[in-house]
């Protein structure tokens, strides 16, 4: 099962529809998480926001994540021991005020487990390979720390 996450402070109907669409022309179960989204999901279940329990039951059921490119889902993803497909939020299309999702999408897509796509055919290319991306390695904490460290080294950078 795939779980997209947009968050909660804006929608992000373009990832939504992309995942969809797929799921439904590769007959794959997903569920999203869609804010005040416009676009309805046709072929996964959706619901526009999530309780905290409801949001990290469907992510340890999912064989994938997916979500904007916020730091909270990377980590949650990374601690769950899930890949998780990042996918910027574009100014230019009024999906966001700026392009800060954009600028940091290079340096998350080092992270071990974190794939990035900016690109429909990008985030296409990554699902159809799904059953070869794999999640960070190592303990729980291990992986907090290094992740830890990574965003540290990158801000500074």
């Given amino acids: 099962m795939i779980f997209v996450a947009v ?7 373009r990832l939504v529809r992309y995942v969809d669409e797929w799921c439904g022309a590769n007959f794959h179960q997903g569920i999203a998480q869609i804010a005040e989204g416009q676009y309805l999901p046709k072929y996964i279940q959706y619901e526009k926001f999530m309780t905290t329990d409801v949001f990290n ?9 997916i979500s904007h490119a916020g730091m909270g889902n990377i980590i949650t993803a990374v601690e769950a021991h899930k890949p998780i497909i990042v996918m910027n939020r574009q100014f230019e299309l009024g999906e966001h005020r700026n392009n800060h999702q954009a600028d940091g999408l290079e340096w998350m897509g080092q992270l071990p487990g974190v794939y990035t796509a900016t690109t429909q055919e990008q985030l296409l290319a990554l699902l159809n390979q799904m059953s070869d991306l ?6 729980a904490g291990s992986r907090r720390q290094a992740l830890t460290d990574f965003i540290d080294q990158a801000i500074r950078a």
């Fill in 7 to 13: 968050g909660t402070q804006f929608p992000f109907d």
């Fill in 134 to 139: 794999k999640p960070a390695q190592g303990q």
């Fill in 57 to 65: 039951q469907h992510l340890h059921q999912a064989d994938l994540i």
